[in-house]
């Protein structure tokens, strides 16, 4: 079970930091990620933490967002700075098992999935 939190309404320009806690099994093994979704559209990749550490980032928060996660490695988190109104969407973690490194974008590749956390960036 995955349980994100953090989320909240913010003024462009200032930072948000999401958590994610993983329960149930160890997810030290796991690929951890973040997604959003904003209304109306399909959900995107934000960021990705592999196993070892290695982390990845979608185009749109290169440079804005950091993820990492904490060394028991069962909970996930995502700094979000210089906010902008398009990022306003919910935020869901998710947990892969195992994954291609080519494929750690895609929403299908996850086999566990948060309850989402609404981010809300006002202009």
């Known amino acids: 079970q995955l349980q994100a939190s953090g989320g909240g309404l913010v003024q462009a320009g200032n930072s948000l930091r999401l958590s994610c806690a993983g329960s149930g099994r160890n997810f030290r093994n796991y690929a951890m990620a973040w997604f959003r979704q904003a209304a109306g559209k399909e959900r995107t990749f934000v960021a990705a933490?592999?196993?070892?550490?290695?982390?990845y980032y979608g185009d749109p928060v290169k440079g804005r967002f950091t993820i990492s996660r904490d060394n028991a490695g069962n909970t996930v988190y995502l700094q979000m700075d210089s906010l902008k109104p398009e990022d306003t969407a919910v935020y869901y973690c998710a947990a892969a098992e195992h994954i291609w490194i080519n494929l750690i974008g895609r929403v299908d590749e996850y086999d566990y999935w948060g309850q989402g956390t609404q981010v809300t960036v006002s202009s």
């Open positions: 933490v592999t196993w070892n550490d290695e982390k």
